[in-house]
């Protein structure tokens, strides 16, 4: 097996045609580079190169040979260059806090790029309410998440130490069971809050948007059941057992495909953000996830 440099002088040689610009090319002397050549020649038992007046020139054994060294050069190169990468990849754990559905959050795009950017990294999705999602980034159990909350505002109680990206805006619906239209008394807040509705914990953005509109005007609203899953919610509305929040999207498929009445004028708007502890921006794997986040948000990719 010959070693590099000596496949590196017979390439050049061959390239330049002379030992001198050759062993110039190389930074070698010209004695090492002669030396270099009639090492490989007797070791191969081939003649590689014959002279003539303008300098040298491959022989028929040393034309079969040049592409084949020419080759094995090319791919050190390219293992030296894919080791030089790995330690620019980031490798790791990364964790994910998710709300709501995946394609709403477009988390299949989202790990299809940060696999393809960070093939060395892992990820561990961990499903749970923007509250949830919030308070566990505070405490160092997820790395990033998913957050909902008024546009603007992000995890506003905990900005001193949290940053978010802002990804998208909608609005919140009032949704009720078909039939309920004219009850919904034409979107006042005080007949609505008398009607009954699913809720859910205090951790969830449909208690905090409730909370914000209905606070200020003195109303609560009367529960009937709690639960802390969208589509539980829906599945309680659709049979009839009271008023429920649902996004812009969600709310008009249910009035068109399953005749769910839809408070007029209505509107709680909402943001959707990307949290992580400011602390740790320039962490690799972090800003790994922000930057394909970025493109995935902002090429529309689903």
Not at 86 to 96: C, D, K, S
Not at 116 to 145: C, F, K, W
Request: with cysteine; charged share 25%.
């Amino acid at each position: 097996m010959q070693d590099l440099q000596t496949l590196r002088a017979f390439v050049a040689v061959a390239r330049e045609g002379s030992v001198s610009r050759a062993a110039e090319r190389l930074h070698l002397t010209q004695p090492a580079v002669s030396l270099k050549l009639k090492q490989l020649q007797q070791s191969l038992g081939l003649t590689l190169f014959r002279r003539r007046p303008q300098g040298l020139a491959l022989t028929a054994d040393g034309q079969a040979l040049l592409p084949k060294a020419e080759e094995a050069l090319s791919a050190c190169q390219a293992f030296d260059l894919a080791a030089g990468a790995l330690h620019e990849t980031p490798r790791g754990r990364l964790r994910i806090g998710t709300i709501v559905d995946p394609e709403f959050i477009r988390l299949g795009a989202f790990l299809h790029h940060l696999v393809e950017r960070a093939p060395q990294l892992e990820t561990e999705l961990q499903h749970g309410m923007s509250g949830n999602v919030r308070d566990r980034i505070l405490r160092d159990e997820l790395d990033v998440g998913f957050f909902l909350a008024p546009p603007g505002e992000g995890p506003a109680e905990a900005g001193d130490v949290l940053d978010y990206l802002e990804l998208t805006r909608f609005d919140y619906h009032v949704v009720a069971p078909p039939g309920w239209g004219s009850r919904l008394g034409g979107g006042d807040w005080a007949r609505l809050a008398e009607l009954p509705w699913i809720v859910t914990p205090g951790e969830s953005v449909h208690h905090r948007l409730l909370e914000r509109e209905l606070a200020p005007r003195g109303l609560a609203v009367r529960p009937v059941a709690r639960v802390d899953q969208e589509a539980c919610m829906l599945d309680m509305v659709r049979t009839g057992v009271g008023l429920s929040l649902a996004r812009d999207a969600l709310a008009m498929a249910e009035r068109q495909e399953r005749g769910l009445a839809v408070a007029e004028g209505v509107r709680l708007p909402c943001a959707l953000s990307f949290l992580w502890r400011r602390d740790r921006r320039d962490e690799p794997v972090i800003a790994a996830a922000l930057a394909v986040l970025d493109r995935v948000w902002s090429l529309g990719e689903r």
